[in-house]
């Protein structure tokens, strides 16, 4: 079955450094999802991906697609202390409805 | 975007019990899904619920120990059955929202159960 994997685990940055967090998928993926889950809550959606090579941006995150639709990162310039929670990729293959859940990042920042 | 509330946000269960966790939405929608998120883990797929239909279940979750109902295209039920405390975890109702695929999936805030 498809499955996707995230890199890293885990990450501690000092506030206003950089941070990124890789997804790479077993099969092609029609789409690819961003989720952030801040302590205690439930994930909240973030973006979607879905054209080869595509990037899109939100003030200072950065989402990639790869060119193969297999792998996506999600970049924050700057981080604060407001980015502190875990963040999940997830895709889905063609014709398919199902999402498959990467393990998730979870980001710490340091003030 | 869709609202989702679900009940109970959160309980403390006894070991043994039953426990049926509500999902509602505030529009119609089609496909309904069940999450699992054990502590510190990832989200997986529990089932998918249409309203009409028997729920599909992925592999390693089956009926008798998660029944879903699906009354309507604004509700539905997940109950988690006989719980031990492996079954602590949040569990989360999601649906589909949006013209063309692919659709996007929102959350509920989750229902935290504890098996004491």
């Known amino acids: ?111 | 975007s869709a609202v989702i509330s679900q009940k109970p946000s959160r309980d403390i269960c006894q070991r043994g019990t039953s426990l049926t966790i509500q999902c509602q939405v505030d529009s119609q929608v089609t496909m309904m899904f069940w999450y699992r998120q054990q502590p510190g883990q990832s989200l997986t797929l529990i089932a998918t619920a249409n309203q009409g239909s028997e729920a599909t279940y992925e592999s390693g979750f089956v009926i008798d120990k998660f029944p879903i109902s699906r009354p309507n295209l604004t509700f539905s039920t997940l109950t988690v059955s006989n719980m031990s405390p492996e079954d602590s975890s949040i569990y989360l109702c999601s649906v589909e929202v949006g013209q063309r695929t692919p659709h996007t999936i929102y959350f509920g805030e989750g229902s935290w159960l504890t098996v004491v």
Not at chain 1, 64 to 82: P, R
């Open chain 1, 1 to 111: 079955g498809q499955q996707v994997m995230q890199i890293p685990q885990y990450q501690h940055v000092q506030e206003g450094e950089d941070f990124t967090t890789y997804c790479n998928s077993s099969t092609t993926l029609s789409n690819i999802q961003w989720y952030k889950q801040r302590p205690g809550g439930h994930p909240v959606f973030l973006i979607q991906l879905v054209k080869s090579g595509e990037v899109k941006k939100q003030k200072r995150l950065t989402f990639q697609f790869g060119e193969a639709k297999k792998n996506s990162s999600l970049h924050i310039t700057a981080t604060q202390t407001t980015d502190v929670g875990t963040y999940f990729c997830a895709g889905s293959g063609a014709g398919s409805y199902q999402l498959t859940f990467g393990k998730g990042t979870k980001l710490s920042v340091i003030p």
